[in-house]
């Protein structure tokens, strides 16, 4: 029972590098999102997407890029990384839209950009 | 504007104490009304309200939604150690037939014994 995993669990990158944060879900789940946490923030929506293929932009897009061609990964990338980019970053998905059975979440990413 | 607000910030409270959170949202769109505890790691899910008036429970747990005032609460009675965590309540909207969620955020609750 894998249910949603993220790698890696820990990053620090320079300011200026890229990367890709990556998430995999094992329950054929249409829906995945990513969503950052910062202190006194709470959950702010990335990018998230409705099936294989298609993307949309949530509430603080600017910076990642996604991409889904599968419906079991969901890979978010920093083009650039800044300090601004200093969060938890949690990949979560659903069965399908409604969120009648909530999300799941992964364990989360911790990103420290210096 | 699309916001989620969440009060009070931060509860401390002895065990065995009755606790109730709020989450008030702003309507467009609204489908739905999710809480999730938090604690070292990523999120549970605990509720999802769609209807107002209809509580929902889970064991020392429950919560209502009142669409008329445009808020939530979630109640803990009888509150244990394992009960401190992050409170997040999240309102899922509908977006050009795309629905996504919007968190507040969060209600940190301490229990102490």
């Known amino acids: 029972n894998a249910g949603v995993t993220q790698t890696p669990k820990f990053q620090v990158l320079k300011t200026g590098q890229s990367m890709t944060l990556q998430c995999a879900q094992d329950?054929?789940?249409?829906?995945m999102s990513w969503y950052r946490q910062d202190p006194g923030m709470g959950l702010r929506l990335i990018h998230y997407?409705?099936?294989?293929?298609?993307?949309d932009q949530g509430e603080v897009p600017n910076g990642y890029n996604v991409s889904r061609s599968t419906t079991e990964d969901f890979p978010l990338r920093l083009l650039s990384a800044a300090p601004s980019q200093t969060s938890v970053y949690f990949c979560?998905?659903?069965?399908?839209?409604?969120?009648?059975?909530?999300?799941?979440f992964g364990s989360g990413t911790r990103l420290t950009v210096v | 504007e699309d916001k989620v607000v969440q009060s009070p910030l931060s509860l401390v409270v002895h065990e065995g104490d009755t606790v109730t959170l709020n989450c008030s949202y702003e309507v467009t769109n609204f489908r739905s009304l999710l809480w999730y505890k938090q604690e070292k790691k990523a999120p549970t899910f605990l509720f999802m309200l769609t209807s107002s008036g209809i509580e929902k429970k889970s064991g020392r747990l429950s919560s209502i939604l009142d669409k008329k005032e445009l808020s939530s609460i979630l109640n803990i009675t009888a509150t244990q150690t394992g009960d401190s965590a992050i409170y997040l309540c999240?309102?899922?909207?509908?977006?050009?037939?795309?629905?996504?969620?919007?968190f507040g955020t969060g209600t940190r609750l301490t229990i102490i014994p």
């Open positions: 999240a309102r899922a909207i509908s977006n050009f037939g795309n629905e996504k969620l919007t």
């Open positions: 997407s409705v099936g294989a293929g298609i993307t």
């Open positions: 329950m054929n789940h249409e829906y």
């Open positions: 979560a998905s659903a069965p399908g839209q409604g969120f009648r059975y909530g999300y799941t």
